[in-house]
């Protein structure tokens, strides 16, 4: 079965590659942009579903997989830093704190002309608490450039950003930026035939 991994994003690819699955990686150009005042968990399952179904329509008999992670502390949405000071004032607004790290996922079979002929969509939330952090450590790890295509401005599986990690409450991969439990268990039981396919 061809499976098409509708993101761009090297740690899911990677992960994907852990649990062994062949893949295709087409990302979705959508619109990302959506009202602020929509609950996070809302909003994640919202954009991997528009990005999806974009992809989709490009697929005949295929399981599209689409995603999208955010970082939340307090209800606030922090995205990936445009600059220097940007990220320096994000990973100063987590140290010694907990924030959300959520992750929706939208699954879909594809049939003629990439319509879709079944679909799923979930979300996952994990809750990750920073130690307190130093000048020092943050303008360090900004040197490095990490932080700047991640959102939050911290990369959990980085060599530094790991560092900062004083505990996690939830699932480790979701924070990574893919939920492979969900997944795998969701697929189980809402397209078992599929995931004995992939799996089996």
């Known amino acids: 079965m061809k499976v098409v991994l509708a993101s761009s994003s090297p ?3 990677l ?7 062949s893949f295709t990686i087409d990302p979705s150009n959508v619109d990302e942009s959506i009202s602020k005042h929509t609950p996070p968990d809302q909003i994640v399952q919202f954009l991997a579903s528009r990005k999806g179904m974009d992809v989709a329509s490009r697929h005949e008999h295929s399981l599209i997989v689409a995603a999208d992670t955010i970082v939340c502390l307090d209800q606030k949405i ?3 830093p445009s600059d ?3 990220a320096r004032e994000m990973l100063f607004s987590l140290s010694n704190l907990t924030h959300d790290v959520y992750s929706g ?3 879909a079979l594809t049939s003629d002309n990439g319509n879709l002929s079944q679909s799923f969509t979930f979300y996952e939330r994990t809750k990750v608490t920073f130690s307190a952090l130093t000048e020092l450590e943050v303008d360090h790890y900004i040197k490095t450039g ?4 991640k959102a939050g401005a911290y990369g959990i599986q980085d060599d530094l950003g790991s560092l900062f990690v004083k505990n996690i409450d939830g699932d480790y991969y979701n924070v990574v930026g893919f939920p492979i439990n969900a997944f795998y268990q969701h697929l189980k039981v809402k397209l078992p035939e599929v995931h004995q396919i992939l799996f089996f």
């Open 11 to 13: 740690r899911r690819a």
């Open 84 to 86: 220097k000071k940007e």
């Open 15 to 21: 992960l994907f590659k852990q649990i062994g699955l």
């Open 78 to 80: 922090l995205g990936k």
């Open 105 to 107: 996922v939208f699954v």
């Open 146 to 149: 990490s932080p700047f295509d």
